[in-house]
């Protein structure tokens, strides 16, 4: 993290507004990026906070914690893939959970755009230096299928696919407990979360909220758990997650909506004598499965699947086996 900075406004920079007076000292940030800064309070004048348009006084002295230089594009590293198809136009990947899609702050190493950097000379540059080919995203604890563009025809040919809505996308997913019916739409907005910044929430009539639609249908019943499948409309941030919290049956592990972020053997049977405290499972039980689309160049219908993950194939096979119905 970027040290506090103090400056003293000389002379010749008195009656300058204090966005400006920053861009001269911090050139390598965007203006935009700067006046953002000061609106989050990292920016004081006489020890009290300003606002981007204030002019400065000589002799004026101003704090200022810099926020990260961005970074050019992400730092190629040898990360193995498993690749699911590819071609000239585009590549899709099964991803690993605890696997970040784009480098951000906090995640610059490890990233799937730092491995995809590594394998693939060429990817479109539709989404800027730091995104390289992504399309679109899954949560870092989220596994499955995603699509990576290798030109910016076909980034743009796919992400008008998804903007239109008529790309298919369907997810496998565990929650505790089982729902009450069989299917069901789920048909609620989602905005920012009243007062918690890393999640979401259901919010009518709210400046941040938009429209989300989901359906779920039950695949498997167990004992105080159930495996399902999600078909999403709508791609809403967290929009699963939030989706099945709502209907009293959240994704199991799920750290942020279900009140658990692990599960042990001992969880589902007490009785077992051995190695009750392994730990089975510990992020979100969900998994982009499958992805139905239209090839950017020949206009085919592409249907893409992806295996579960073994951590996620492996609780199927202990509430088979611990929670059968």
């Known amino acids: 993290m970027p040290e506090p900075v103090k400056l003293t406004v000389a002379q010749e920079e008195s009656g300058m507004r204090l966005d400006s007076y920053l861009v001269k000292h911090f050139s390598k940030h965007s203006r935009v990026k700067l006046q953002r800064a000061i609106a989050a309070g ?12 204030v002019r400065l006084k000589t002799g004026q002295i101003v704090w200022f914690t810099p926020p990260e230089v961005d970074r050019e594009g992400p730092i190629p590293e040898n990360i193995p893939l498993d690749i699911l198809y590819e071609d000239d136009a585009l590549v899709a990947i099964n991803k690993p959970p605890a696997m970040v899609v784009h480098p951000a702050k906090g995640n610059w190493q490890g990233t799937l755009t730092s491995a995809l950097a590594f394998h693939f000379k060429s990817l479109s540059s539709v989404g800027g230096p730091t995104r390289p080919g992504i399309v679109h995203r899954l949560d870092r604890d989220t596994s499955g299928v995603i699509l990576v563009a290798k030109t910016d025809d076909a980034h743009q040919k796919l992400s008008k696919q998804f903007e239109l809505r008529t790309v298919k996308k369907e997810y496998f997913a565990i ?22 910044r890393e999640k979401k929430a259901i919010r009518e009539n709210h400046s941040t909220s938009k429209n989300a ?22 791609g809403r941030t967290h929009q699963i997650r939030v989706h099945m919290a709502h209907v ?3 994704v199991l592990c799920d750290r942020l909506y279900s009140g658990r972020a692990a599960l042990r053997l001992q969880d589902l049977d007490r009785r077992s004598a051995v190695e009750l405290d392994r730990t089975i499972l510990q992020r979100q039980a969900l998994h982009a499965h499958r992805i139905e689309f239209k090839h950017p160049v020949s206009g085919d219908s592409m249907i893409l699947t992806a295996p579960l993950a073994a951590d996620i194939q492996e609780m199927l096979e202990m509430l088979r086996r611990l929670r059968a119905v």
């Open 248 to 250: 009293g049956c959240p």
């Open 213 to 234: 639609w989901s359906y779920y249908e039950v695949v498997e019943r167990f004992t105080g758990f159930a495996s399902v499948k999600v078909k999403p409309r709508t």
């Open 42 to 53: 990292s920016v004081t004048v006489d020890k009290a906070s300003a606002k981007s348009s």
């Open 175 to 196: 929650v505790t407990p089982a729902p009450d019916r069989d299917r069901d739409v789920i048909d609620q907005p989602i905005g920012a979360h009243p007062y918690q």
